[in-house]
């Protein structure tokens, strides 16, 4: 597949004529030369977002079977792309070839996992209320819900995963699942990628002939195009994933609104690891060596990166330090995405390094090219981390901290001090028990997800994944962005009270045609 710099606009290819990019490849520190992408207009995402409204009603009256082989076809099309998908994503993000094969499968099989969800059905929680008209004092009408689509999505690529959270990723997945058509923003990371993906959504609409404006692909140069998309009338829900300034200020801008709307984005996070000291003595240099890679993988190019490890101070914990410290040292330098966050990363490293209290113990080996970063690794003790708020902020790429508590009592305050995070990790034995009975309620109010005895880094597609949590980690803690509830956060209910039969919705038929598990008068059943 060719890549010729294009937007992708419903059924059509249009070249930007606002600032030309070129896609860049952090590895050499050079740009790709060809093709030179067109920044599009205020006009092209008006245009887009025309396009999706127009196509909403039709595509979300769509047979479910239809939607779900949509995803499905989508995912067959993405695989077919073979080594030239990888190849050009290797040359864009600097990711090693397995990484991205991996997440190319991760991209697959999310897609085809919600069109699974579709086909049964269970996200549209048909619920049905029998009337009661003899009940006293007054009677109760014939009441059904079901949940529908909200409408046109606006999908923001992410830096990090160039497949499995970009233009095919899980907000596109989910948005698409749900009945919404879908305009994403490409990242400035990875333009040709996204145009080879998304050449293949366009395509396969096409082949189904779905409503034209089900799919559009858009390059912005600056915040303006990002900006007009989240304020278009016609979008109803906003995907992100980055930074918290970029999320935030999308948040100000969907608040704005004649009509607000909803941001779920996913945007900081350092991923606490507690060291109990059962474990810390039973088994730390394996906990140590564990840590440091999950810290390392990707560059630290990762929202679970464990950015901070919390634990009682004692001749254990010193063994982890001296452990982590001298397996991190033989940590080769890794090339980031890009040197925006490869200049960022220095200087939140520069930071942490400046701050009164706050002790380098290991740095990787050199970096030998232009965007490479060195993993670093500091520690603190409790009394500097509550006193000074920069410690909390993220630093995006293979850097943590270990702080030091004097007892059992300051690491509890130490959880309690936290703000939200996507995870928290709890590395415990048996004996320590007690003292984990203490800590998970706490973390239950501050992370999304908590693990025991794991690494917070590897996010698995699945049911019961949560990946989300309370603010700054993402903008709305009853959502997850990865897993097959994140379709909830395009729907909502609607109640059909005393519908005739010729206008009830297939969902809530009698004779339920589609044959869905529904709630009937408060029982689950296929009736």
Same mark, same amino acid.
């Given at each position: 597949m060719s890549i010729t710099g294009a937007m992708l606009i419903g059924r059509k290819a249009?070249?930007?004529?606002e600032k030309p990019l070129r896609a860049f490849n952090p590895a050499t520190g050079t740009d790709i030369a060809e093709p030179v992408f067109g920044s599009g207009s205020v006009a092209h995402v008006e245009l887009a977002c025309e396009l999706a409204r127009q196509a909403f009603d039709p595509y979300r009256h769509l047979p479910l079977a239809v939607r779900a082989e949509f995803l499905d076809r989508i995912a067959d099309g993405i695989t077919a792309l073979g080594d030239a998908l990888i190849e050009r994503a290797n040359q864009e993000s600097g990711l090693p070839k397995a990484r991205l094969e991996g997440e190319r499968g991760r991209t697959t099989g999310q897609l085809k996992l919600f069109a699974q969800v579709v086909r049964a059905g269970q996200w549209l929680a048909a619920t049905l209320d029998s009337p009661l008209p003899e009940r006293k004092p007054l009677p109760r009408s014939d009441l059904r819900m079901q949940k529908i689509p909200l409408g046109p999505v606006a999908v923001f690529g992410a830096s990090n995963f160039p497949l499995a959270f970009s233009v095919a990723g899980g907000d596109t997945a989910a948005a698409l699942a749900a009945?919404?058509?879908? @305009?994403?923003? +490409?990242?400035? *990371? =990875?333009?040709?990628?996204?145009?080879?993906?998304g050449r293949v959504i366009q395509r396969v609409a096409q082949e189904m002939d779905l409503p034209e404006g089900v799919f559009s692909l858009i390059v912005g140069a600056g915040n303006? @195009?990002?900006? +007009?998309?989240? *304020? =278009?009338?016609?979008i109803k829900a906003v995907g992100f994933t980055g930074s918290r300034a970029g999320g935030t200020s999308l948040m100000r801008v969907a608040a704005a609104r004649a009509e607000p709307i909803p941001v779920y984005a996913e945007m900081s996070s350092i991923n606490p690891v507690f060291l109990l000291p059962s474990a810390l003595a039973q088994r730390g240099a394996s906990?140590?060596?564990?840590?440091?890679?999950?810290?390392?993988?990707?560059?630290?190019?990762?929202c679970t990166n464990p950015g901070l490890a919390i634990a009682?101070?004692?001749d254990a914990l010193k063994d982890f330090v001296a452990t982590a410290a001298g397996a991190l040292s033989g940590k080769p330098a890794q090339t980031m995405l890009t040197s925006g966050i490869h200049a960022a990363y220095e200087e939140g490293v520069g930071k942490l390094a400046a701050n009164k209290g706050v002790e380098a113990v290991a740095h990787g080996v050199d970096a030998t090219g232009p965007t490479q970063a060195r993993a670093a690794l500091f520690v603190?003790?409790?009394q500097t981390f509550l006193a000074t708020p920069a410690l909390e902020d993220e630093v995006f790429g293979p850097a943590s901290t270990i702080v030091r508590c004097r007892d059992e009592a300051e690491l509890l305050?130490?959880?309690?001090?936290?703000?939200?995070?996507?995870?928290a990790t709890v590395q415990m034995d048996s004996d320590d028990l007690a003292a984990a009975k203490k800590l998970v309620p706490i973390l239950e109010r501050k992370a999304g997800r908590i693990l025991v005895n794991g690494f917070p880094t590897g996010v698995e597609v699945s049911h019961a994944m949560v990946h989300g949590g309370p603010f700054p980690a993402t903008s709305d803690s009853r959502a997850t962005s990865v897993g097959t509830t994140s379709i909830e956060r395009f729907l909502r209910p609607v109640c059909y009270q005393d519908f005739p039969a010729g206008l009830l919705p297939e969902a809530l038929a009698?004779?339920?045609?589609?044959?869905?598990w529904r709630r009937r008068d408060g029982e689950i059943t296929r009736s």
């Open positions: 249009v070249h930007g004529e009945g919404c058509p879908v @305009v994403v923003k +490409a990242h400035r *990371a =990875h333009l040709g990628t996204s145009e080879m993906v303006s @195009v990002g900006e +007009a998309l989240v *304020a =278009h009338p016609a906990i140590a060596s564990g840590f440091v890679d999950s810290l390392v993988l990707g560059a630290g190019q990762f009682v101070d004692s603190t003790d409790a305050a130490v959880a309690e001090h936290f703000a939200g995070q996507l995870t009698d004779g339920n045609p589609l044959d869905l």
